[in-house]
């Protein structure tokens, strides 16, 4: 099971850019399926990007044109790449990866300001 340690969050404003990483500690070229979910206060976590070993990706509607989910296996890294963002997009961000068991990040906030 990889270990996976997120960066690249922070403050941004309405209609800016982050770019989210995460960080594996082992190998990603094996793992079936990755991705990214969010969580804002009193909600449950949800779904909104995620990426197959094929490459194929499948978005949340409300992220959909807007963010970018990529991988680098040679740097075991999973990418969120954020645009066009909206105060709708504040949370917390979690990246997750699928081996014989899921892993989960630690979480990295977002905040988006009007």
């Known amino acids: 099971q990889v270990q996976l340690v997120e960066s690249g969050g922070g403050l941004a404003q309405s209609g800016g850019s982050l770019r989210l990483s995460c960080v594996a500690s082992?190998?990603?070229?094996?793992?079936?399926?990755m991705g990214w979910y969010r969580q804002t206060p009193g909600a449950q976590r949800g779904l909104i990007a995620a990426?197959?070993?094929?490459?194929?990706?499948t978005y949340d509607g409300s992220v959909e044109g807007r963010f970018t989910i990529s991988t680098d296996n040679a740097k075991n890294t999973i990418y969120l790449q954020m645009n066009d963002l909206s105060p709708e997009d504040t949370a917390v961000y979690y990246c997750?990866?699928?081996?014989?068991?899921?892993?989960w990040g630690q979480g990295t906030q977002v905040t988006v300001s009007s």
């Open positions: 997750f990866a699928d081996g014989t068991r899921r892993s």
């Open positions: 082992g190998s990603i070229a094996s793992l079936k399926y």
């Open positions: 990426i197959l070993n094929d490459g194929t990706t």
